[in-house]
């Protein structure tokens, strides 16, 4: 069981459990009962990611009490591959606690996953939203 909170009424707590896990991806879908009017929901890009394209990276790095929504755009650097895995490289810092939130086209349509970055790391990378719909059940 996890505690997931509302960004804007942090008072609100919400319980969810892990419905799949992938260690090897890096990816896992929760299930909750959260009502409709408490989240926002994102759609999947219609085209993937392609070197230059803009894009942004919402999180909350290092989150504390009364700390807002991260918003760090940047371009597509790179399109590694990692351990069999497709990744998206961006320049945008994606530092510790951005881990999970979506990578954003200039449509806000979903095309990764923050998945690990920060100075220490020296890459910024996400998995690519095409990893998560091939590996869904």
């Not at 069999?84 to 095309?111: H, K, R, W």
């Not at 690519?128 to 091939?134: D, K, Y």
Request: proline letters at 9%; one cysteine or more.
């Amino acid at each position: 069981m996890v505690e997931l909170y509302h960004p804007s009424k942090p008072s609100n707590k919400f319980s969810a459990s892990v419905k799949h896990r992938c260690k090897h991806r890096d990816l896992a879908v929760l299930d909750h009962n959260i009502s409709e009017n408490e989240y926002y929901e994102l759609m999947t890009a219609k085209q993937p990611a392609t070197t230059g394209d803009p894009t942004t990276a919402i999180g909350y790095p290092g989150y504390g009490p009364g700390d807002k929504l991260n918003v760090r755009p940047g371009p597509v650097t790179s399109l590694p591959i990692k351990s069999g895995v497709q990744m998206v490289e961006v320049q945008q810092m994606l530092t510790q606690g951005m881990s999970g939130g979506p990578l954003l086209n200039a449509d806000d349509g979903i095309i990764g996953v923050v998945h690990k970055g920060g100075p220490e790391y020296g890459r910024q990378l996400a998995i690519s939203i095409g990893v998560l719909h091939a590996w869904l059940p």
